[in-house]
């Protein structure tokens, strides 16, 4: 009687047989494949949160500046633009007569001058076009666009007219070029209010040239905005 008792009791403590092995494995295997890519895909949307806050952070900051200058300069834009540092459709805050107002961007950010100090690689804002007929004051104050790169390999992101996207604007028809009377070309962002065509502001250019928008034949594409906006697959 007792040896039975032991017999059954052997039995209950038997192993995993082979087969019940692999069965098991393969179910962790179906749910990690469900599992993982969920996992991956709830860690890229938060980076991109982030990073479009960070971005988002510098739009307000440089809206705030611009609200004071118009405040204070009563609209006349003398002051902003007359420096010899400025290229075509260009206001160089970055460098020159007028990197003061690029400074105070950074100040309201919490950021200094320099990657050690949390300056962006590339920041820059389009608002509406001082110099062209039919738009109102407001017009010219609100930034429509943005341009931004935090920091060496990081994507282009941009601010357009309200909504932020990593896609070059003008893949999407949203930013054309026309000639204005002064044989310039010109940007023009297509929004609900029309056609606003646009004047840069650059803030940040830890690039140190004038190309931070396209490819060129003397200058490399990687670490301009379009360059960073294809073909990136960091997020």
Not at 132 to 156: F, H, K
Request: proline share 3%; glycine share 10%.
């Amino acid at each position: 009687m007792v040896r039975l008792t032991n017999k059954v009791h052997r039995r209950g403590k038997r192993a995993f047989t082979l087969v019940e092995l692999i069965v098991v494995l393969v179910i962790l295997a179906v749910l990690a494949a469900m599992l993982v890519p969920a996992l991956t895909g709830y860690i890229k949307r938060a980076r991109k949160a982030k990073y479009i806050q960070k971005a988002d952070e510098a739009r307000i900051a440089a809206q705030a500046i611009l609200d004071e200058f118009y405040a204070f300069y009563g609209g006349d834009l003398s002051e902003a633009l007359d420096s010899s540092s400025n290229t075509a459709q260009n206001v160089n805050w970055w460098k020159g007569d007028l990197k003061r107002y690029g400074d105070e961007v950074l100040e309201l950010m919490g950021y200094g001058r320099g990657r050690e100090n949390g300056e962006p690689y590339i920041l820059v804002i389009g608002v509406g076009h001082d110099e062209a007929p039919g738009l109102t004051d407001a017009q010219r104050n609100r930034i429509y666009y943005v341009g931004y790169i935090e920091d060496l390999g990081e994507p282009s992101l941009f601010y357009v007219d309200g909504e932020w996207t990593y896609q070059w604007p003008r893949d999407t028809g949203d930013l054309i070029m026309i000639g204005d009377q002064k044989g310039m070309n010109r940007n023009v962002l297509v929004t609900d209010e029309g056609n606003i065509p646009l004047r840069f502001y650059v803030i940040c250019n830890r690039r140190g040239d004038d190309n931070i928008w396209l490819a060129s034949a003397w200058s490399s594409r990687a670490n301009t905005l379009q360059g960073n906006s294809q073909g990136y697959n960091g997020f």
